[in-house]
């Protein structure tokens, strides 16, 4: 592992049963920005669309949010995070990660409600808040190389 701070821009995903909420970073990794949230749609279209949005916003690597119990163990939720992780390795190519989600979607309404959205306008962003949430986490800790080697293995 070299010293020299990682290059190219991630894709942070929060993942849910019905929407995926997504955010971006600049090639530089300094920070996280909202992106859009994806109603799920099946495996075919949701594959057509995850390989445009990556070579959209030139995503070097896949940031998925792992959703932990207080504890810091894993449950049902995780796995299903683990397995989409794994399909959008398959269908991307790209390295994929698992980043800590506790409390994210939590902190976006919480910071949504500061700022005055209404009960609408925050349900319509807390997917994308979330994913930028987790992903400026993953920055601030250094993009840690060792967290993809580790969490792949499961």
């Known amino acids: 592992m ?13 993942t849910g049963t019905v929407r995926v909420g997504l ?10 920005s909202p992106l859009e949230i994806r109603e799920r749609s099946g495996s ?8 445009a ?5 030139q995503v070097v690597g896949l940031v998925v949010g792992l959703p932990l ?9 995780s796995g299903e995070a683990r397995q989409f992780g794994k399909w959008l390795q398959e269908i991307s190519g790209l390295p994929v ?4 989600e506790r409390f994210s979607t939590a902190f976006a309404d919480s910071l949504m409600w500061e700022a005055g959205l209404t009960h609408k306008k925050r349900k319509a962003r807390r997917d994308a808040v979330a994913a930028q949430i987790m992903l400026q986490a993953f920055i601030e800790a250094g ?12």
């Not at 949005?53 to 916003?57: C, G, K, N």
């Not at 990660?97 to 800590?100: C, H, L, Q, T, W």
């Not at 993009?143 to 499961?154: A, F, I, M, S, W």
């Open 2 to 14: 070299s010293d020299a701070k990682p290059r190219g821009r991630l894709l942070g995903i929060d």
């Open 23 to 32: 955010a971006v970073c600049d090639a530089d990794r300094i920070i996280a």
């Open 44 to 51: 075919e279209r949701d594959a057509a669309y995850f390989r």
């Open 53 to 57: 949005v990556i070579a959209r916003e």
């Open 69 to 77: 119990h207080t504890s810091g163990n894993e449950g049902k939720k």
């Open 97 to 100: 990660v698992f980043a800590d």
């Open 143 to 154: 993009c840690p190389e060792e967290v993809l080697v580790k969490t792949l293995e499961g």
